[in-house]
């Protein structure tokens, strides 16, 4: 009678432990049931490449209601504008509904962390886009990195198609809408009136700054900015 009790505390306690465990498995993975999307169906072999990153890096979304989930294999198609991930459970990419995202983030190859803000446009093309942050503020410095698919040589790739990088520069503030921007120094010093051009120059020159490409530009950029100098849109 009494092995009949022991063995039934001991089934008891297995049952237990894996109940638990599986809860904590739940736990675990019950907050990617909010991420909503479609399949991913990976793109033919044209040359170039439609992401922004060479593979799945950790990244973290943010949804409408503020609600944040991290530690997510992420990756950004710039050909679709479209953030994918990785669902390890299904073993599937999943492209979630870019409406339901405020934004994400996502540490690249290099260490570098970038930062996507989901906005309106309202230029040539009226559309809700993923915008990268290059630099914020009242005046925030955005880019759309666009990837278009344009014809090439077939010599260059058998389907004669090829992935080209069409990436959009743009100051932007809640107020005054987008202003399109180059990188480079005229574009930068044609957002000012004469007399601040003046003193842009100075700041550069002081900093030794050169513009160059876009890391460059932004290092003005966080440079300019602080001195809260009106910018003509």
Not at 52 to 75: A, C, H, P, Q, S
Request: positive net charge.
């Amino acid at each position: 009678m009494g092995n009949r009790i022991l063995l039934i505390i001991t089934l008891l306690g297995l049952f237990t432990a894996v109940s638990v465990t599986g809860q904590e498995t739940l736990q675990k993975n019950g907050n990617t049931e909010k991420i909503k999307g479609t399949r991913f169906i990976p793109y033919p072999g044209y040359s170039g490449s439609p992401y922004m990153t060479d593979k799945f890096v950790n990244g973290e979304i943010e949804f409408l209601d503020g609600t944040k989930i991290g530690n997510l294999g992420l990756r950004y198609s710039t050909y679709q504008d479209a953030i994918i991930y990785y669902n390890s459970v299904i073993s599937a990419q999943i492209i979630i509904d870019k409406i339901s995202l405020n934004g994400f983030s996502f540490t690249d190859e290099k260490g570098e962390k970038r930062i996507f803000r989901r906005q309106y446009y309202n230029g040539l093309m009226h559309e809700e886009r993923f915008f990268e942050v290059l630099s914020d503020g009242k005046v925030s410095l955005l880019v759309y990195r666009k990837v278009d698919l344009e014809t090439c040589d077939t010599s260059y790739n058998k389907f004669g198609l090829a992935f080209q990088p069409s990436f959009y520069y743009y100051i932007y503030s809640a107020e005054k809408g987008y202003s399109p921007i180059k990188m480079n120094r005229s574009s930068l010093l044609s957002k000012f009136n004469k007399p601040n051009q003046k003193l842009v120059r100075k700041i550069l020159r002081k900093n030794k700054v050169l513009i160059e490409d876009e890391h460059s530009f932004i290092s003005a950029w966080d440079l300019i900015k602080d001195k809260e100098l009106e910018i003509i849109f």
